[in-house]
């Protein structure tokens, strides 16, 4: 019972009114940034540091022959972005109505840490297959929660420098644990790469428990502004952030605490499946969503398309071990560390002549791989300068379509009430951006698996240059454009 006496340190209240420790600091746009970028950076080790690794421990290990072992990458990379789709909407859901961000991303954390484990251990491809499952329903979370969050945490004309910034936290895991894992493989063995694994995993946690997400810092806020005016205990009005210590007087609070994520603390109901899916087939019926989406699937495909054949290519023609290997992915992923350059770039110049350069980029460079076909020096320096053009490209694209699809929504909240009441469809629109990268992770790994093994490696980069050609037609006919003529005229 919560009661009217001048001894507020007393009852229930107590709790809600005073902040966290360090609340503006765990709340603010740069911790909050920060731990994102941890977040993603995270993933892209756990995704990667196994890529050089497989064409090896496979045989060495599970005891595949050598004949089958592209086809056990591939299932591998294709479990794992199966998984992927299938958590994804998952994940959206449970982080639009989860009172706290940390809930959805610690689960997701912990399941990484399980499939750690279970790399670490295990010999049996089967178990392997399991380790895979789980690190794709972790990456589902991740990057639906993630994305979410900084919508949420920055001014508008700055998403896109924190969706490139935090986007660099996967690429940089992906770039520096392919090279590490291989290194470390050979001079200190299998179990040694995992170790690492597990330490950053530890890390990750530590930055999801201490950040604390807008909405709650808001209620908090608004808790402690009412408990400084001396309001009444157990205003009706009153918001919880944690869902710690109910006003047992206030009923309408608990159901305010399981609203929709994003939501202004107002006490709606929260958002019933049948809106949930309103809202899901409002986003798809959007050609700039849908332009986007192709674009990330297009990005997905061809960046697992290269984690499935490249290992195996510079094994078969450059004889490499697999320190070669994950040192050749350094050419393909040191430039996505410029992706916060490319959110400026297309905060200031548009989405659509950013993602169009990408794409220029892309294509031609993906067609020219067929060059490569021996050992001689020339050709692997073809090589390494051929993916470091598509290292821009496929990055310039991916930067700047996630950032228009927080502007595709923006625009349809303007046009469409049930968008304008809470701001749960950010969540939803990148939890379909996650299903997209799994489905792409499924398709990229098969095509050019089968590619590769039933005709040539010309032949497997001349059909993806092509299919990403494709992508480039739906951005040049609906992505968003020039940014609005006063905010250019502003900034000279």
């Known amino acids: 019972m919560s009661h009217n006496g001048v001894k507020p340190g007393k009852n229930s209240q107590e709790g809600s009114s005073r902040p966290p420790f360090l609340l503006s600091f765990r709340s603010s746009k740069w911790f909050i940034g920060i731990a994102s970028f941890i977040a993603t950076f995270t993933d892209g080790v756990l995704y990667s540091a196994i890529v050089p690794l497989l064409p090896f421990t496979l045989v060495e290990r599970s005891g595949v022959p050598p004949g089958m072992v592209q ?225 990330t699937f297009v990005h997905s495909t061809l960046h697992t398309a290269f984690d499935a054949v490249l290992p195996r290519f510079v094994q078969r023609t450059f004889h490499w071990s697999s320190s070669g290997a994950g040192l050749t992915f350094l050419t393909l992923t040191i430039p996505s560390l410029m992706s916060p350059l490319f959110g400026l770039l297309s905060d200031r110049y548009g989405r659509r002549i950013v993602a169009l350069a990408g794409f220029a980029l892309t294509v031609p460079s993906l067609a020219l791989l067929g060059l490569v076909h021996n050992a001689e020096l020339s050709n692997k320096v073809i090589l390494c300068v051929f993916l470091v053009l598509i290292g821009i490209g496929i990055n310039l694209f991916l930067t700047s379509l996630v950032t228009d699809m927080s502007f595709a929504v923006e625009r349809l909240e303007q046009e469409d009430p049930q968008f304008s009441e809470d701001s749960s469809a950010y969540t939803e629109a990148y939890a379909l951006v996650d299903i997209t990268f799994g489905a792409g992770a499924v398709f990229g790994p098969l095509i050019s698996g089968l590619l590769y093994e039933k005709t040539t490696w010309a032949i497997t980069y001349g059909v993806l240059a092509a299919f990403c050609f494709s992508g480039s037609i739906p951005v040049m006919l609906y992505t968003g454009g020039l940014r609005p003529k006063e905010q250019r005229e502003a900034d000279g």
């Open 71 to 295: 086809s056990w990458i591939t299932v591998l990379f294709v479990v794992f972005g199966s998984s992927m789709v299938l958590g994804a909407p998952v994940a959206g859901w449970v982080t639009q109505h989860s009172p706290m961000r940390q809930v959805p991303l610690v689960v997701g954390l912990m399941a990484a840490l399980a499939a750690t484990l279970l790399f670490m251990f295990a010999t049996a491809t089967s178990i392997l297959v399991v380790a895979r499952c789980l690190q794709g329903i972790s990456a589902g979370v991740v990057y639906t929660t993630v994305l979410a969050l900084l919508v949420e945490s920055v001014e508008r004309d700055e998403v896109g420098s924190w969706i490139g910034f935090a986007l660099s936290g996967v690429n940089l895991g992906v770039l520096a644990a392919p090279a590490l894992a291989g290194v470390i493989y050979e001079k200190a063995g299998y179990h040694a790469v995992f170790i690492i694994c597990l330490a950053i995993i530890v890390f990750d946690l530590i930055a999801a428990l201490l950040m604390i997400d807008k909405r709650r810092a808001r209620k908090w806020s608004t808790v402690s502004q009412q408990a400084d005016d001396g309001s009444k205990h157990g205003n009706s009005n009153s918001t919880i952030p944690n869902g710690d210590n109910r006003n047992e007087t206030n009923p309408s609070q608990h159901a305010d605490e399981v609203s929709p994520l994003l939501q202004d603390g107002s006490g709606k109901t929260k958002e019933s499946p049948k809106r949930w899916f309103a809202k899901t087939r409002a986003l798809l019926a959007s050609p700039q969503i849908l332009a986007a989406l192709y674009s």
